[in-house]
């Protein structure tokens, strides 16, 4: 029973977060979505910023150690053919799973929203928790791309991965759904044509000139 309410809390705060935004849901308006006393959310997670974690860490954590899995996988290839990775091949790694798991689990939309919102707004806690279960899985995908693209400037490149970060999570938002501009219908929204998509829009943009003056 506990499990349960605790799975209960966690979904309604996902939903209430991303329509209204953390600041603006308060701990008994998520008590009162979930038919729970206040003191339940205390049990449960201690405080609202206990909360805010738990909802990250329970759909990030697997995400990213499949990432991680993938990610390994393909330096592991590139280093017994005694050769660099490839950027595309690196940024399947991390993209597959995004909208794998994106598709794959319809009712992680509201997290998905609630990514897109967080860390296109004013929320620094949130974003601190997320860059923070991030921050491991960057490192290694920036030392990854700094091997693929050693023309380009390491502090360049880490800028352009900031960027293309944030691509991502805009198109997370909109894989398995039916109602936006972009992907209207079933044959444009898959996860193999999305991953393409986005695959070559991204390695374009890492690849590109350099910008700094002196750079070719």
Do not use: W
């Not at 405080?47 to 738990?54: A, E, F, N, P, V």
């Not at 994106?102 to 998905?112: D, G, I, T, V, Y």
């Not at 109602?179 to 998509?197: A, R």
């Amino acid at each position: 029973m506990q499990c349960d309410t605790k799975i209960k809390l966690l979904d309604h705060a996902e939903r209430l977060f991303a329509e209204k935004g953390i600041r603006a849901t308060s701990i008994r308006d998520l008590a009162s979505a979930a038919k729970v006393n206040v003191a339940a959310v205390n049990y449960h997670f201690g405080s609202k910023d206990g909360l805010m974690t738990q909802v990250i860490e329970r759909r990030l954590v697997p995400l990213n150690q499949v990432r991680e899995e993938r990610l390994t996988l393909v330096l592991s290839i590139a280093e017994s053919e005694g050769r660099q990775p490839k950027i595309e091949d690196l940024l399947r790694a991390l993209i597959e799973p995004t909208f794998e798991f994106a598709a794959r689990l319809p009712e992680s939309q509201p997290f998905l929203e609630l990514v897109g919102r967080a860390m296109s707004g004013t929320d620094a806690q949130f974003r601190e928790i997320f860059h923070r279960q991030f921050e491991p899985l960057f490192q290694i995908l920036d030392t990854a791309t700094q091997s693929a693209l050693p023309h380009i400037p390491p502090q360049e490149l880490r800028c352009r991965l900031y960027f293309a970060m944030g691509s991502l999570h805009s198109a997370m938002r909109m894989v398995g759904r039916k109602d936006t501009v972009l992907f209207p219908t079933s044959e444009t929204s898959n996860v193999p044509v999305v991953t393409e998509m986005v695959l070559n829009f991204i390695a374009s943009g890492l690849r590109a000139p350099c910008t700094r003056e002196g750079k070719a």
